[in-house]
């Protein structure tokens, strides 16, 4: 089993910024991506920023410029800076983890998500 634990989300003014960090408890399991996903009611969740083990990042089209995705591998946590924020940034943001175990099995898991709320 593996816990994410989200921090970070809050109500901020457009043009601001927030940091969303997400922690994982996988210590049976070898961390193949995290990622950042935002859910509007009523939407399908879509993707905001993905980090891979190997360093490889991606971005909705939406964010390029204005998020930026990292990661502490030693603390197995991911960071999504979020910049020049805007209105239509508001959303749940959810924290997930692509994880393996040593048959190489695939398990998706999800954090418990974090409201985003930039208010105009």
């Known amino acids: 089993q593996v816990q994410l634990v989200e921090s970070g989300g809050g109500l901020v003014q457009a043009g601001g910024s927030l940091r969303l960090s997400c922690a994982a408890s996988?210590?049976?399991?070898?961390?193949?991506?995290m990622g950042w996903y935002r859910e509007t009611p009523g939407k399908q969740r879509e993707l905001v920023a993905r980090?891979?083990?190997?360093?490889?990042?991606n971005y909705a089209d939406s964010v390029k410029g204005r998020f930026t995705i990292s990661s502490d591998n030693a603390k197995n946590t991911v960071y999504l800076q979020m910049n020049s924020l805007k209105p239509e940034d508001t959303d749940v943001y959810y924290c997930?983890?692509?994880?393996?175990?040593?048959?190489?099995?695939?398990?998706?898991?999800w954090g418990q998500g974090t409201q985003v709320t930039v208010s105009s």
């Open positions: 996988a210590s049976t399991f070898s961390i193949n991506s």
């Open positions: 980090l891979t083990t190997g360093g490889s990042r």
């Open positions: 997930k983890a692509i994880v393996s175990d040593y048959s190489r099995h695939q398990f998706h898991y």
